[in-house]
T-cell receptor, first 112, second 114 residues
Framework: GQQVMQIPQYQHVQEGEDFTTYCNSS?????IQWYKQRPGGHPVFLIQ?????EVKKQKRLTFQFGEAKKNSSLHITATQTTDVGTYFC????????????FGPGTSLSVIP | DVKVTQSSRYLVKRTGEKVFLECVQD?????MFWYRQDPGLGLRLIYF???????EKGDIPEGYSVSREKKERFSLILESASTNQTSMYLC?????????????FGPGTRLTVL
């Protein structure tokens, strides 16, 4: 079945350093979504990428969707303590149901 | 704003008890989902529903059942709770759409089975 993998599982960075998490799907996706879960909270939608090669930015966050629509990345420039949390990617393929497959997440710690 | 609510934030039950977890969404979404979240395993789909009275098994349905009698409400049932069902349970809803299927999550229920 379809699988979505993410690396790394954990990342510890010094405040001000950059951070990247990578997401790979075993199958071509219709779109990919990214979510952030703060400690003690629930996943919150960040962004959706649909087009091959698409790049979107949200302030210090840059999201990319691969040309083959099977991989994606999230890059944070100059991390801040507010970036702490777990970042999940979720892949969607058009089937008869609107469900997504979540990756296992990357847990980011930021050392002040 | 979409609001997804879950009946309890924390729940403690004993082995063998029947457990009901309730989820309500207020945005008239067609699709609703139940996930469990465990450290290192991410979000795993238990069951989902794409319409009233319709349900589909997710990746880990064993030991669970669901009920969707009304569009806004999706219940997860543990027929006979076991200790390995101790977990964080998250409900989510989405609109049926060809282009956007953003998942809106509830706050979660942390269930402990003793």
């Amino acid at each position: 079945g379809q699988q979505v993998m993410q690396i790394p599982q954990y990342q510890h960075v010094q405040e001000g350093e950059d951070f990247t998490t990578y997401c790979n799907s075993s199958t071509t996706l219709s779109n990919i979504q990214w979510y952030k879960q703060r400690p003690g909270g629930h996943p919150v939608f960040l962004i959706q990428l649909v087009k091959s090669g698409e790049v979107k930015k949200q302030k210090r966050l840059t999201f990319q969707f691969g040309e083959a629509k099977k991989n994606s990345s999230l890059h944070i420039t100059a991390t801040q303590t507010t970036d702490v949390g777990t970042y999940f990617c979720a892949g969607y393929r058009k089937t008869s149901y609107d469900k997504v497959i979540f990756g296992p997440g990357t847990s980011l710690s930021v050392i002040p | 704003d979409v609001k997804v609510t879950q009946s309890s934030r924390y729940l403690v039950k004993r082995t063998g008890e029947k457990v009901f977890l309730e989820c309500v969404q207020d945005m008239d979404h067609e699709n609703m989902f139940w996930y469990r979240q465990d450290p290192g395993l991410g979000l795993r789909l238990i069951y989902f529903s794409y319409d009233v009275k319709m349900k589909e098994k997710g990746d880990i349905p064993e030991g669970y059942s669901v009920s969707r009698e009304k569009k806004e409400r999706f219940s997860l049932i543990l027929e006979s709770a076991s200790t390995n069902q101790t977990s964080m349970y998250l409900c989510a809803s989405t609109r049926t759409s060809g282009s956007s299927n953003t998942q809106y999550f509830g706050p979660g229920t942390r269930l402990t089975v003793l």
